[in-house]
């Protein structure tokens, strides 16, 4: 019994500093584009391996939550809605405020890609169009139709040689 205990501290502990301190990778999508945040506070990809703008940290801000800031716009990635109504996606852009940054949490798959969903809502998740561009889909639209079947999958890629 108290192997389990000590597992499941383990385990906890590590998701908790998974994101603390860490080194600023490149969000790589499946669809072969990263995330980009850019000085104007739009929020949008490149398919450049090494854009500066593409480069993110990931900042741990509880248990199993964390934010995402660009290492040079000093920017954090927030979201708001559509003006479509009914829509049930949400747009991307910069905030400088981490108060107003969307809070996150990873899910890592057996592919070893990650999905990265809003903590206060599990159903609604980060996703690659396509056309290139950032959104928060939730709900019907988390289908896993063909077509749609790599738009949530991530990967965090490490940069080895920059200084920060």
């Known amino acids: 019994m108290n192997f389990i205990i000590f597992i499941i501290m383990t385990v906890a502990a590590r998701s908790i500093t998974r994101h603390q301190n860490q080194k600023?990778?490149?969000?790589?999508?499946?669809?072969?584009?990263?995330?980009?945040?850019?000085?104007?506070g739009s929020v949008g990809s490149t398919i450049e391996h090494d854009s500066s703008i593409s480069l993110i940290k990931m900042e741990s801000t509880g248990h199993d939550e964390f934010v995402i800031k660009s290492v040079e716009t000093n920017l954090y990635l927030s979201a708001k809605r559509m003006r479509?109504?009914?829509?049930?996606?949400?747009?991307?852009?910069?905030?400088?405020?981490?108060?107003?940054?969307?809070?996150?949490?990873?899910?890592v798959?057996?592919?070893?890609?990650?999905?990265?969903?809003?903590?206060?809502?599990k159903n609604c998740k980060l996703a690659m169009r396509s056309s290139g561009k950032f959104r928060i889909l939730c709900n019907a639209q988390?289908?896993?139709?063909k077509n749609n079947r790599n738009i949530f999958d991530f990967l965090p890629r490490r940069v080895h040689n920059h200084r920060l």
């Open 84 to 107: 479509k109504s009914g829509s049930k996606s949400l747009r991307l852009r910069a905030t400088p405020s981490q108060r107003e940054a969307l809070r996150l949490s990873e899910n």
């Open 24 to 40: 600023p990778v490149r969000l790589y999508s499946k669809t072969g584009r990263h995330l980009t945040i850019s000085k104007s």
């Open 109 to 121: 798959m057996e592919n070893n890609f990650n999905q990265y969903s809003l903590k206060n809502n």
């Open 142 to 145: 988390n289908d896993s139709r």
